[in-house]
């Protein structure tokens, strides 16, 4: 079964430095890769998602992720954080060989605090 | 405007009360999910349904029921509540193809007493 590991329950950074924030996942093949974002009270935004192509995506609000199949990681990172984007984090994992990401494993989460 | 709406957002309730938490969707998607989330646990599937009429286990169904009697709707049904099943409550959509991604409810939070 897939998983996936997000080691870092909280980050704290200040406002204006780069954030990256890690994802590792357990799968036997390729997975569709997922980065979401939830504030305070709200769902789930998707932030950005992977499926093949270039290992470099870009998503919304200044976000991207690098898929890295040697280290099976996908790391989010943006090179300057707002305060804005004080928000819990989910990468997520989808199977690829049932044609659609209907069954996703979601990490445990990354709570990012920004600092004035 | 496209969304995903649950209600209620708050509930609070006594074991063994039969409770309905309500899911709509105005994009007429056809794949719809339940997701519980707990501190450190991150989320995880309890029922999810492919299309009208055809549902399945996620990765915790224990106590939870669904229906899919129209593809707008996905209710999560509660026969007999017990305290582990205080949770945050979400209600997911897409469009079940490839590449779709997920669009969320903002959740419900249940209190079982």
């Known amino acids: 079964a897939q998983s996936v590991t997000q080691p870092d329950i909280h980050i704290t950074v200040s406002e204006g430095a780069s954030l990256e924030l890690r994802c590792n996942y357990s799968y036997g093949a390729t997975p569709y890769l997922f980065w979401y974002v939830q504030s305070p009270g709200q769902g789930l935004q998707l932030l950005l998602k992977y499926f093949s192509g270039d290992t470099l995506v870009q998503g919304i609000k200044g976000f991207e992720a690098e898929f890295k199949r040697s280290q099976s990681s996908f790391n989010l990172r943006k090179p300057s954080v707002h305060w804005s984007d004080a928000a819990e984090y989910f990468c997520?994992?989808?199977?690829?060989?049932?044609?659609?990401?209907?069954?996703?494993?979601f990490g445990s989460g990354t709570q990012l605090t920004v600092l004035p | 405007e496209a969304q995903v709406t649950q209600n209620p957002r708050y509930l609070i309730t006594v074991t063994g009360k039969k409770l309905t938490v309500t899911c709509s969707q105005n994009?007429?998607?056809?794949?719809m999910s339940w997701y519980r989330q707990d501190p450190g646990l991150g989320l995880r599937q309890i029922y999810y349904s492919m299309n009208v009429e055809v549902t399945d286990k996620g990765d915790v169904p224990e106590g939870y029921k669904v229906s899919r009697k129209e593809k707008r709707n996905f209710p999560l049904i509660l026969e007999s509540p017990s305290p582990n099943q205080t949770s945050l409550y979400f209600c997911?959509?897409?469009?079940?193809?490839?590449?779709?991604?997920?669009?969320f409810g903002n959740g419900t939070r249940l209190t079982v007493t």
């Open positions: 997520a994992v989808g199977l690829i060989s049932s044609g659609s990401a209907r069954q996703l494993t």
């Open positions: 997911a959509s897409s469009l079940g193809r490839d590449n779709s991604p997920l669009h």
């Open positions: 994009m007429n998607h056809e794949y």
